[in-house]
């Protein structure tokens, strides 16, 4: 139960899944669009966790960097700095605490919300910890953020492959480390799609209308890549063996 007795429960088969998943997993990696809950799942996961003692803390990061944004170039000072980029995740934790007990918790570091960078150095035990939008986070980062977990640690990272907000042409951590870790036993992928959007109802055609352009430039990129390979290949086939001789040789 979240805030004023209201039930807190999974809305789609895969928010479902997710639960399921995250009860025998230590390290779950939730991928989807924007609007499936990955995020609030898994708050309500990391809090029914602490409600329910099997953890002392929780722990929510995210990479501050979005948009291009970063936070040296930023006015005010740290609060003011990385709160806009966490503000999904007070959210989250003001619809399922009274405020009162919210506050109690996060003035005495029950539950802490900071940049992912500031998880550098730390080891994160007996804790929930929860790290959202991954798919901003480079390779290092998120290997630097794995090796923080303590032995009695869980931890879900959620994220979305189509956007990625990295600077330049800076590759995500997330996919790297899906890939990589997949297999790992204890470790498990859940992937929400459109089908558990939970927004507006015209969110989830949004998406899709999205995905369809995002598409047809891909399926553009790898044509004009497979035209310029085949315009290598036949000048190669094209060129004479020969050389002309230089001034002064026979």
Known sequence: FGREGKPIKAKTRNQKRMVEVCEVNDIVFALGPAGTGKTYT?????????????????VLTRPAVEAGENLGFLPGDLKEKVDPYLR????????MLPMEKLNFFMENRVIE????????????DNA????DEAQNASP????????????????IITGDL??????????????QAVEKLE?????????????DVVRHRLVKEIIKAYEQIEA???????????????????????????QPAKPGQS
């Open 42 to 58: 898994a708050v309500a996961i990391a809090v029914r966790a602490l409600k329910n003692k099997l953890v002392k803390k929780i």
């Open 88 to 95: 999904p995740l007070y959210d989250a934790l003001d619809d």
């Open 113 to 124: 919300i900071a940049p992912l960078a500031f998880m550098r150095g730390r080891t994160l």
């Open 128 to 131: 929930y910890i929860i790290l």
């Open 140 to 155: 290092l980062q998120l290997k630097m953020f794995l090796t923080r977990l303590g032995p009695s640690a869980k931890c």
């Open 162 to 175: 189509s956007q990625i907000d990295l600077p330049g042409h800076q590759k995500s951590g997330l996919r």
């Open 183 to 195: 297999d790992v036993d204890g470790i498990a992928v859940i992937n929400l799609t459109t089908e």
């Open 216 to 242: 047809e430039e891909r399926a553009r990129k790898e044509r004009k890549k497979a035209e310029q390979n085949a315009d290598k290949e036949e000048l190669i086939e094209t060129k004479p063996d020969w």
